[in-house]
């Protein structure tokens, strides 16, 4: 008995990238899920024909012509595009892709804090976790009533500390009577 079984994987999503001119003078960010995809992006964004184009990447001036070498580069790569008859040349103020460190890791905790209202005493708390780059949960914690329970805080502490400072001056002249009836009997 042959088993058949196909695997679903999702489709593949669009990655940022960055494209520079030959002379590094023009720069744009584009998002592509293909080698073609991101070719055309370029050509109608830097007005060329497709056919005369060639990707390298910015750094060391390597020809990406394949899918798969596409796929395996990761995201913000930065290119270079060339026209029929331009060439790579070396940039003194990029350093190499084997010398910029990597982030390695699983996951990734962020937190915001933010207002909505330049007014508010206290601002929203946004909660943000990333695993793999692929997943997030974020949580948003919004404070818009923490202004209202802190008066009402302080209100109960102010009457509390008027009402301690009575007590103090009514005991204070109770002992003073008590001494100053000591003092006319003695």
Known sequence: MACLAQRMLPPPQARPYRVCSQNRRRRTGFT???????RQQVASSFVMACQMLTLVLEDDGTVVDSEAFF???PDN????VLEKGEVWTPSKRV???????????IAKLSFDLYKLNPKDFLGCL????????????????????????????????????????QVLLCGSSYVLRFLGEEECCS
């Open 95 to 105: 350093m190499p892709s084997f010398r910029q460190p990597r982030r390695s890791g």
């Open 71 to 73: 796929q395996s580069l």
């Open 77 to 80: 790569t930065p290119f270079m």
């Open 32 to 38: 592509s899920t293909s080698l073609g995809d991101l």
């Open 126 to 165: 946004t909660v943000k976790a990333t695993l793999y780059d692929i997943y997030s949960l974020s949580y948003d914690v919004k404070c818009t009533r923490a202004k209202y329970f802190l008066m009402s805080l302080l209100r109960c502490f102010m009457y509390m500390a008027k009402l301690t400072g």
